[in-house]
């Protein structure tokens, strides 16, 4: 749904609630009634700031040429491959170096996170070295 479609609607839904004092229902009739309205403007408001989130993200892909997901996404090949949140960080970051404009210094992090990822995961491996590398 377009989003300005929206924005008018949750505008006339706001009109509503003053004009119920006109009608024949009960009072606590009126406050369900107004319950409800109130329940569809926040699930309509919600609908209109996903969407313009959503905008936001398309617009950032575009301008953000180095995030190229035309053969899958990074964030799939992880899931498909288990890659812990180190390893993801490495390939990410090897993967985009020389689109994203900043490969020295994208180098330089990927030697900086592999030190970090044997400091604070390389007791997880210790006696699987071999094993590891057989794979």
Partial sequence: MDIEILEDFIKELRQI???????????????????????????????????????SMKKMEISNSHYDNTNGSLYLF???????????????????????GEFLSDLEKVKTVIDLYLKEQGHLYEGQVEQLNKK
């Fill in 78 to 100: 992880a899931e498909q491959h288990k890659l812990n949140a180190y390893e993801f960080d490495l390939i990410k970051r090897i993967v985009r170096c020389r689109k994203k």
């Fill in 17 to 55: 609630e003053p004009n119920m004092s006109s009608t024949i229902f009960t009072p606590s009739l009126k406050k369900d009634q107004v319950w409800i309205i109130n329940e569809i403007i926040k699930m309509a408001e919600d609908k209109v700031l996903i969407n313009k989130k959503a905008n």
